[in-house]
C-alpha cells in the first residue's frame, strides 16, 4: 500500500489553486511540499519494516538452528554440575 501512494500527499494535504497566478503557483509549491513529506515519511516506513523484517528473519533463523541443541546443553549442563 505504502509503494502504491508514494507519492500521495501527506494526510491528503491539498491546497487549491485560486484565481490569480500566485494563489496558483502557491498551491503548486504547498502540494508540491506535501508530496515530498509524505514520499521522505513512507520510504522511512518502508524502510524500517524491511529492517525489522529481516531482523525477525534472522531471530528466527537463529532460534530454528538452536533449538534442537537444548536438549543437549541440558544434559551437558547437568553432567557438568554432577562432576
Known sequence: MLL???FAPWRQIV???GRSIGERLRAVLDNLVSRCI???IRLMVLIIAVLLTMAVGLVGLVAAITW???PI???WSVY???R
Open 15 to 17: 491546497s487549491l489553486p
Open 68 to 70: 534442537p541443541f537444548i
Open 80 to 82: 557438568g554440575a554432577l
Open 4 to 6: 502504491r501512494t508514494m
Open 73 to 75: 546443553a541440558v544434559i
Open 38 to 40: 509524505g514520499f521522505s
